[in-house]
C-alpha cells in the first residue's frame, strides 16, 4: 500500500451533509427579532416630538414675519397714494385735495381783496373764517401739555413748518406769550430783540408724533382708495387693504402747516426824520403772516401725514368697551376708538423720549422708514407698527 492510500484509509469519511463549526450554528439556531423594544419606541417618539416643536416655532415665526411685512407694505401703499394726490393744476397740490377731500381744518380757499390797498389775500366768506393756529387752544391736539389738564383736542394746525425754525415773527401776544417768547411788540411798541431773543425765535415750534390728529383716519383711508367708510367700519377681514394683517383697521394721523391772521397794529416810538414828528401806529394787512411764511419757505401750505397699525391685540386700558364699536355705532364712539389705536401705537412704539419723533427727528431721526415694536401687556402679545412722518405739499 502507498504512503498515500494510507493516509487516505485513516481520513475521517464525510457524509454529505455540510458541518458548520460551532459559532456559525449557534448564531444560526438564535430566534429571529422582527420588533422594536419599549425603550427605542420612546425614543424615537421623543425624537419626532421635538422636530415637531421645532418645526412649529419656525412656522410660527415665518407666519408672524408675514403679517409684519405685509401690514408694512399696507402702510406704505397708503402713504405712496397720498403722495400721488393734487397735479391737478399748479394750486391743486396733495394737501389742498386732502384739506378738501377729508375735511381736515385750516382754510380752504382764499380770495384776493382788491378793496385795499394793496390787495390782500383773505379767506373766502371773509376774515371770521381764518384758522386758529398752535397755541390757540382750538388748533392744539391732546398730546401737547397745553391742553393736558382739559382734556380738550382738535386737529394740530401750526404757523410754521414741523421741524423748522420760525424765519418769521408772529408779533401777537396770543402767540409769544403761552410759548415764553419774548414779546416782539411789547405794549404795542415795536421791540428789537437781544441776540438770545432772536435764538429763542429761530428754533423749531417743539411738537411730538402723538400729537397728530387721528379722528379722521375712515376718510383718509377712503381718499387713499382702499374702501368705503361702511367697509371700514363693518369688514375685520385681515386680507382687506384698510386692515392691517391681523384684522384691525389702519391709523392715519395728521396736521397741518398753514400761516395764522395778521391782526395787530404797533408804533416804533420814534419820529419822522421829515416832518419830526412821532410816527404813530402801523397797520399790517391781514395777510402779513402768510405772505411772510410764503418768502420765507416758498409755500404757505401742507400736511404731515402718519400711518400705524395697532396690531393684534387691543389694550383694555384705551378700550374700555373690549374692542372696537360696533358698525352702527356713532361717530363720537369711533372717533374714541380711532383715539385709542392712536394712543396705544405712541405708547408702544415711542416708550421713552429717545425714541419719540420729534421736531428735532426731520434732522436726526431716531428711526426711519416703519418701525415696528411688540411687548407682552397683560399676559398678552402688543405688537404695533408707526410711519415716520411725511409733509405732503
Known amino acids: 500500500m502507498s504512503p498515500i492510500s494510507k493516509f487516505a484509509s485513516h481520513a475521517p469519511r464525510r457524509s454529505g451533509r455540510a458541518h458548520l463549526p460551532v459559532v456559525c450554528r449557534l448564531v444560526d439556531t438564535m430566534p429571529s427579532r422582527n420588533a422594536f423594544t419599549l425603550i427605542e419606541l420612546l425614543i424615537v417618539i421623543t425624537v419626532i416630538g421635538l422636530l415637531m416643536a421645532m418645526f412649529l416655532v419656525v412656522i410660527s415665526g415665518i407666519r408672524a414675519r408675514a403679517k409684519v411685512l405685509q401690514t408694512q407694505q399696507r402702510i406704505e401703499n ?13 394750486r391743486i397740490t396733495a394737501a389742498f385735495v386732502l384739506q378738501r377731500d377729508c375735511q381736515l381744518g385750516g382754510t380752504l380757499l382764499f380770495t384776493r381783496n382788491e378793496v385795499e390797498n394793496p390787495p390782500t389775500m383773505m379767506p373766502i366768506g371773509g376774515l371770521a373764517n381764518w384758522h386758529k393756529t398752535y397755541p390757540d387752544l382750538q388748533a392744539v391736539a391732546p398730546g401737547n401739555a397745553l391742553i393736558a389738564a382739559s382734556g380738550a383736542g382738535k386737529p394740530l394746525v401750526m404757523a410754521y413748518p414741523w421741524g423748522r425754525g420760525r424765519k418769521y415773527q408772529i408779533r401777537e401776544p396770543w402767540y409769544s406769550s403761552p410759548l415764553s417768547l419774548p414779546d416782539p411788540r411789547s405794549g404795542g411798541i415795536a421791540q428789537t430783540l437781544s441776540t438770545p431773543q432772536q435764538t429763542l425765535w429761530d428754533q423749531p415750534e417743539e411738537h411730538r408724533l402723538e400729537e397728530l390728529w387721528p379722528e379722521r383716519s375712515e376718510d383718509l383711508l377712503v381718499r ?3 374702501g368705503t367708510r ?3 367700519r363693518n369688514n375685520r377681514s385681515s386680507n382687506m387693504a384698510w386692515n392691517d394683517a391681523y384684522g384691525n383697521p389702519l391709523v392715519v394721523s395728521y396736521a397741518i402747516y398753514q400761516p395764522p391772521l395778521c391782526d395787530r397794529s404797533e408804533s416804533d416810538g420814534g419820529l419822522d426824520p421829515i416832518s419830526n414828528e412821532p410816527r404813530g401806529g402801523k397797520t399790517f394787512p391781514a ?7 410764503d418768502q420765507a419757505y416758498g409755500y404757505t401750505r401742507s400736511v404731515f401725514i402718519s400711518v400705524a397699525s395697532v396690531g393684534p391685540t387691543l389694550d383694555p386700558a384705551h378700550f374700555p368697551g373690549g374692542g372696537l364699536p360696533d358698525p352702527s355705532a356713532t361717530d363720537a364712539e369711533w372717533s374714541a376708538a380711532w383715539r385709542g389705536c392712536w394712543q396705544q401705537v405712541c405708547e408702544v412704539t415711542m416708550p421713552t423720549p429717545a425714541e419719540a419723533w420729534t421736531e428735532a427727528s426731520f434732522v436726526a431721526p431716531p428711526w426711519q422708514g416703519i418701525r415696528q415694536v411688540k411687548v407682552i401687556v397683560g399676559g398678552n402679545l402688543v405688537r404695533c407698527q408707526i410711519s415716520a412722518p411725511i409733509e405732503l405739499r
Open 287 to 293: 395777510d402779513t403772516y402768510l405772505r411772510s411764511a
Open 224 to 226: 387713499s382708495g382702499v
Open 230 to 232: 361702511r367697509d371700514i
Open 78 to 90: 397708503c402713504l405712496q397714494t397720498f403722495t400721488r394726490l393734487g397735479g391737478e393744476g399748479e
